[in-house]
């Protein structure tokens, strides 16, 4: 069983960056998919981006391709996003997730973070 606690997030202005970590525990977590997926009231889970057991393969959504960085320091049990130009669409709470593959489809993570609020104001 993996545990996966988030921290960082926060509010800044649009332009602005803020980071965030997700910290695991239990489990093969040097095995695990990583995922990041954002929720907004009233919508699902969109998928953000994953990255690869190995940290050597990455896969992110058009929407933050480009501004989002996600890396993974298996040492430290830790998923790192870095998130910058950020913008008022962006508004939403972030989860990390765990899965055993590659997958942009919220369904095949097994264990989820607890989110993590991220506010960007215009």
């Not at 896969?59 to 933050?64: C, N």
């Not at 996600?70 to 008022?88: E, F, H, W």
């Not at 989860?95 to 973070?113: I, S, V």
Request: aromatic share 14%.
């Amino acid at each position: 069983q993996v545990q996966l606690v988030a921290s960082g997030g926060g509010f800044v202005q649009a332009g602005g960056s803020l980071s965030l970590s997700c910290a695991a525990s239990g489990g093969t977590f040097c095995r695990n998919f990583m995922g990041c997926f954002l929720h907004v009231p009233g919508k699902e889970r969109e998928f953000v981006v994953y990255i690869t057991w190995s940290g050597g393969s990455t896969y992110y959504a058009d929407s933050v391709k480009g501004r989002f960085t996600i890396s993974r320091d298996n040492a430290k049990n830790t998923v790192y996003l870095q998130m910058n130009s950020l913008k008022p669409e962006d508004t939403a709470v972030y989860y990390c997730a765990a899965g055993w593959r590659a997958t942009t489809d919220r369904r095949d993570y097994d264990y989820w973070g607890q989110g993590t609020q991220v506010t960007v104001s215009s």
